[in-house]
């Protein structure tokens, strides 16, 4: 029973899953042979994620007039509104054909995100705060404490999973990017926290922390001036697909690896923050003067 990958014919519910990594990770579940409830703030987004899965689904029978329509389902929420996210939790249950007492559930992706950054602390709007913390880390609090317990509750009959996104901003603490470093940290220590929480009750927790994830992010989000055309640019050159994250990220939850460094930069990060913390602050600071000096 608890021999079987977590990430196999899961019944899955992912946020943010109208475009970039949510929509990867909606993607790969199917293609796992998976379920997946396809959760974002825009519906149309959400149903476009779930055609594109109907249509993979569909190029892989030979008569795709026999595609069947329940495998992926779109349910506008937003993260940041713990009201959205219970319902949510009761329509996927309600879809999936479980109950709170007898969760149907077995991964859950915390993904939904978004950018913030190009001014510093001081200068930043108390209204870019309050939406950055809305989103990036209320939308995983109410989502670790809504699933939570129903992942537990189906871990003691097979396994189940949690993944919930942050970044490498989450430790490397980056000039200009007050909120987002905040948030992600607050990920990313919530996932610490609950991975030990739930040692030994067949829930593993996963967090996933990439550098530059080939994403509209940076375009939806709030990134002043000539910082939201570099860091476009950062991502083209040395961003990576969603898709491979995805991947790679659903692979360590059956593994029950908690942290997901998906890139090289992101690795010899967290090596250094932890080796040479005072060096790497300074070194972060100059870096951010002379990325400064290039866009002005």
């Not at 199917?30 to 149903?47: F, K, M, P």
């Not at 595609?67 to 009201?83: E, G, I, M, N």
């Not at 970044?167 to 030990?196: I, Q, R």
Request: proline fraction near 3%; charge should be positive; glycine fraction near 10%.
């Amino acid at each position: 029973m608890f021999g079987k990958k977590i990430s196999k014919q899961a019944n899955a519910v992912v946020t943010g899953a109208g475009s970039g990594i949510g929509r990867a990770f909606a993607l790969e579940v199917v293609r796992r042979g998976g379920r997946v409830v396809v959760a974002d703030i825009s519906l149309d987004r959400a149903q476009e994620t779930v055609e594109l899965i109907r249509d993979q689904v569909a190029g892989k029978l030979k008569n795709p007039d026999l595609v069947f329509v329940d495998q992926a389902w779109a349910v506008q929420c937003d993260v940041s509104k713990l009201k959205d996210v219970e319902a949510l939790a009761l329509e996927a249950e309600r879809l999936f054909g479980g109950t709170a007492e007898r969760s149907a559930i077995d991964v859950v992706v915390n993904n939904a995100g978004v950018g913030l950054g190009g001014l510093p602390v001081g200068e930043i709007p108390m209204e870019d705060w309050k939406w950055a913390l809305g989103v990036n880390l209320w939308g995983v609090i109410h989502g670790c404490h809504v699933f939570a317990p129903r992942l537990k509750a189906r871990g003691r009959l097979k396994r189940a999973g949690i993944i919930n996104v942050a970044s490498t901003a989450s430790f490397a603490a980056a000039p200009l990017m007050g909120p987002y470093n905040v948030t992600k940290a607050g990920a990313l220590a919530l996932s610490e926290t609950l991975a030990a929480e739930l040692a030994g009750s067949g829930v593993n927790v996963t967090a996933l922390c990439p550098t530059f994830v080939k994403t509209n992010i940076t375009r939806d989000g709030r990134i002043a001036g000539g910082s939201s055309q570099f860091a476009d640019k950062l991502m083209q050159w040395t961003g990576v697909s969603a898709d491979a994250v995805a991947k790679e990220t659903l692979d360590a939850l059956d593994k029950g690896q908690l942290y997901v460094l998906p890139q090289l930069d992101a690795r010899m990060i967290w090596r250094m923050k932890r080796l040479m913390p005072g060096s790497y602050t300074r070194g972060a600071g100059l870096l951010a003067r002379m990325a400064a000096k290039t866009l002005s």
